[in-house]
């Protein structure tokens, strides 16, 4: 497996997180692409509720996870790390020019015209879920975010992943989508519950699941909500 503390490439993830979160957090991107590509890592783990040092904050300016390094490279954003991972291995993208173009134009879709929506469907399904402005809000949300999936469904049509080939694009996509399903669900678009599956399905993704799964050790503060 990749996962290797003596590697030189090292990510950092958390050792606690509430319930809802566990198998979710961001670094799981990085992790399924180095898995995919065979590439070693090592992690760094922090704790979701505990105060960022001024050195992770110079790193990561928004105190969140992953930040990755790389020999002299600091690289945060999950999208950003993809991409460096993907010039390491044409595995996680083509060399091409027109397989790059598209494996660039999927990622960005994945994080720019989808994933702020699913962001919202998390707030008002879990975080303020109880609020009278978020039961409110989540009819024409969720009516939003299914005008969203069309053309997303649509420009999958019948292939196995959105460039024709799996690349860092299905990384991102196969995230979103996966909280989407937890959400709304999938059913209205066969395409994209079989895709899902299929991605999800990949020994890459199970081994990186699984290995954030085991960096959850830590414990919640007293007082602190699963």
């Known amino acids: 497996m990749p996962l290797d503390q003596h590697a030189d490439i090292e990510i950092s993830a958390f050792n606690w997180v509430p319930d809802f979160a566990q198998g979710f957090v ?7 692409a180095m898995e995919e590509a065979g590439i ?12 960022r040092s001024e050195t992770y904050i110079a790193a990561q300016p928004f105190g969140q996870v992953p930040v990755m390094t790389d020999g002299d490279l600091s690289i945060f954003e999950s999208g950003a790390i993809l991409l460096h991972l993907a010039e390491k291995s044409d595995i996680l993208m083509p060399k091409d020019p027109a397989g790059r173009a598209a494996t660039h134009a999927w990622l960005f879709a994945a994080l720019n015209s989808i994933e702020p929506f699913m962001f919202e469907l998390f707030f008002v399904h879990i975080v303020h879920a109880d609020q009278e402005w978020a039961k409110l809000r989540k009819p024409s949300l969720e009516a939003f975010v299914h005008e969203r999936l069309k053309p997303v469904s649509a420009a999958l ?13 299905d990384i991102a996509m196969t995230t979103v989508l996966r909280e989407i399903d937890r959400y709304l669900g999938l059913s209205g678009y066969p395409n994209l519950e079989a895709y899902l599956k299929r991605c ?17 050790t830590g414990k919640a503060p007293e007082g602190f909500p699963a």
């Open 26 to 32: 961001r670094d799981l991107r990085p992790r399924w």
């Open 157 to 169: 049509g019948d292939k196995e992943y959105f460039t024709g080939r799996f690349t860092i694009a």
């Open 200 to 216: 999800m399905g990949r020994p890459a993704f199970q081994r990186a699941l699984e290995a954030q799964m085991a960096d959850f």
């Open 40 to 51: 070693a890592y090592r992690t760094t783990l922090l704790h979701a509720a505990e105060p």
